[in-house]
């Protein structure tokens, strides 16, 4: 979002969306937990599913529902208004790393089915479907990760003590934002992103390039196979991306981050995990609703640590993240926040050596 490349009124329906977010998120919210907590008497429901209908009644609840549905809809017509003939994804001419696009590949139907997170169309289809993706995640993270705080700090709390990598592989790559820190990280490993998006993978390219890293990245279905040698990476990384993922998909990214690892290889995806906080899980099960992303209450009420060990892995535990910049926490609970905020957590685990 650079205030010199946009005009006025495209700039002031971003900045509205934004503030619109903000607010829904430290001012609505905390009144919703305030109100359901008098209504309750101080003796709120220790589980989600009896606090629902008490925070459903409460008066702000509709202001607050909606704002969710609406603030993500208008965002996504401020971003496409803002970018409307923006350039297509000019390719690198001598790349140092490279691009491979499966024109065969076979988009599931549970992908093409929805427009993930309300975006019109979903980010595949176009090069603008990209465009669009890449400035409407920023007002998605409250812009709070314009510089990627949120993806350096997985990086290097997650990430951080691999040794000497030889090859490490990102699942779910996107436009490269969760990639091209590893390749910074460990500039002598090959660093592999894998996506289903081809404009996503173009934008993915080009970005890598501008910055004069050297990615591999490679369209294919990672739930299924990313097209890559087995026993070959030290570490499989996913970020954002479980919760996207219906049933037997979710079984099969475990199923490949366990083929691509050696022995001894490191698996983390960052996610969301249920905070134990039932007015929190409610809002985590019907942001789900709201932001068709209909597989994330089914991904967090699975059990994920025994799908990591059927697939074969060890030590498997979540832990929590804190996306404004600590990262990783050292146990499965979140620092106290008055405001509405993703429950982010980490999924690790180890391929036995
Ligand atoms: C929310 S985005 C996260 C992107 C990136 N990891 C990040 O943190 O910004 C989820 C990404 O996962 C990709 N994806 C979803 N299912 C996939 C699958 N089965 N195989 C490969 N990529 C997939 C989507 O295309 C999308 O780019």
């Not at 001419?93 to 590949?105: A, C, F, N, Q, V």
């Not at 080009?206 to 990245?217: C, I, M, P, R, S």
């Amino acid at each position: 979002m650079s205030a010199t490349t946009l005009d006025h009124a495209a700039r002031a329906d971003l900045d509205f969306v934004l503030t619109w977010r903000r607010r829904w998120a430290d001012r609505i919210w905390p009144v919703l937990v305030e109100q359901t907590d008098v209504a309750t008497e101080g003796n709120r429901p220790a589980d989600r599913k009896a606090v629902t209908p008490v925070a459903q009644a409460q008066p702000v609840y509709p202001w607050f529902a909606w704002s969710e549905r609406a603030s993500q809809k208008a965002l996504w017509r401020a971003v496409s208004d803002a970018l409307e003939g923006a350039p297509a994804i000019e390719l690198p001419k001598d790349p140092i790393g490279s691009l491979t696009l499966d024109p065969e590949l076979k988009l599931p139907e549970w992908y093409t089915d929805w427009d993930i997170h309300v975006q019109p169309g979903g980010i595949w289809r176009a090069d603008a479907s990209a465009h669009v993706y890449e400035l409407g995640a920023k007002l998605v993270m409250l812009g709070g990760n314009d510089d990627y705080t949120f993806h350096r700090a997985f990086t290097e709390t997650c990430a951080g003590d691999l040794g000497a990598p030889a090859r490490i592989v990102d699942l779910g790559c996107g436009f490269g934002k969760s990639t091209w820190p590893f390749k910074r990280a460990y500039p002598d490993a090959e660093v592999i992103g894998v996506d289903l998006a081809a404009p996503c993978l173009r934008m993915a390219h080009a970005k890598t390039e501008a910055l004069g890293l050297a990615v591999h990245y490679r369209q294919a279905d990672a739930t299924v196979n990313t097209g890559l040698e087995a026993g070959t990476a030290d570490f499989v990384a996913s970020t954002m991306v479980i919760h996207e993922l219906p049933q037997p998909a979710l079984r099969g990214i475990f199923a490949e981050a366990a083929r691509l690892l050696k022995p001894g290889g490191r698996l983390a995806f960052l996610d969301f995990h249920f905070m134990g906080d039932p007015m929190r899980d409610l809002a985590a099960v019907e942001h789900g609703a709201r932001n068709n992303e209909p597989f994330m209450p089914g991904m967090m009420a699975s059990d994920t640590v025994a799908m990591a060990r059927e697939a074969g892995f060890a030590h498997a535990a979540w832990t929590a993240f804190d996306e404004r910049g600590a990262g990783r926490l050292p146990e499965l609970a979140w620092p106290k926040r008055r405001e509405w905020h993703f429950p982010w957590a980490v999924l690790e685990a180890e391929m036995p050596k």
